[in-house]
């Protein structure tokens, strides 16, 4: 159950778009449709933004998007805003029936 | 809404135990799996475990598997988390968190409850 690989910051200015990659395995990432990625704000309980891969829950802006090639996801944010600053992750479904998360990323709106 | 409220952290001495509740409102409680998640002071986020609808199946992390044990009381809306053996480096807080459907994501999480193990 090894971590997913995610880079540990970014950073980008308000209007710009930023990836976040997701790196893991063909365990995990690779083999299933089944990643998630997470908006933390300090102090505050995680938000699920993009769930298998490419969906996002109800009232999710579409600047968040999902997608996923072999065994690395990314979330791109398109049309950063201030809000945005916060730390994500991801997630994935894993051939032990478990859940592994990224390492976290830490967005910095400049 | 959805709500999820954690209790029973605090502070506990290495080998001791504790168990944690979470309270759940908000939804057919009986019909989703549930999760236990936990963030480190300062750290990432951790996935801890997983238990069914029903409670017939459940999944740990490597890292506490044969010391926690997850269960649910589906009359009470109520999830547990029985901590044994605890370590210094199991201290963080603990967030209860819905599963969305189908076992592997979150769309719903509580405001969690520090455990702090220390002598």
């Known amino acids: 159950q090894s971590a997913l690989t995610q880079p540990a910051s970014v950073s980008g200015s308000p209007g710009q778009s930023i990836t976040i990659s997701c790196t893991g395995t063909?365990?995990?990432?690779?083999?299933?449709?089944?990643v998630s990625w997470y908006q933390q704000h300090p102090g505050k309980a995680p938000k699920l933004m993009i769930y298998?891969?490419?969906d996002r829950p109800s009232g999710v802006s579409n600047r968040f998007s999902g997608s996923k090639s072999g065994n690395t996801a990314s979330l791109t944010i398109s049309g950063l805003q201030a809000e945005d600053e916060a730390d994500y992750y991801c997630?994935?479904?894993?051939?032990?029936?478990?859940?592994?998360f990224g390492g976290g990323t830490k967005l910095t709106v400049l | 809404q959805v709500q999820l409220v954690e209790s029973g952290g605090g502070v506990v001495q290495p080998g001791r135990s504790l168990r944690l509740s979470c309270a759940a409102s908000?939804?057919?409680?009986?019909?989703?799996?549930m999760h236990w998640v936990r963030q480190a002071p300062g750290k990432g986020l951790e996935w801890v475990a997983i238990?069914?609808?029903?409670?017939?199946?459940?999944y740990y992390a490597d890292s506490v598997k044969g010391r926690f044990t997850i269960s649910r009381d589906n009359s009470k809306n109520t999830l547990f988390l029985q901590m044994n053996s605890l370590r210094p480096e199991d201290t963080a807080v603990y967030y209860c968190?819905?599963?969305?459907?189908?076992?592997?994501?979150?769309?719903?999480w509580g405001q969690g409850t520090l455990v702090t193990v220390s002598s």
């Open positions: 968190a819905k599963d969305r459907s189908t076992e592997t994501d979150f769309d719903s």
């Open positions: 908000g939804f057919t409680f009986s019909s989703y799996g």
């Open positions: 238990i069914s609808y029903d409670g017939s199946n459940k």
């Open positions: 063909s365990s995990d990432v690779g083999g299933y449709n089944y």
């Open positions: 298998d891969v490419t």
């Open positions: 997630t994935s479904y894993t051939s032990s029936s478990t859940v592994v």
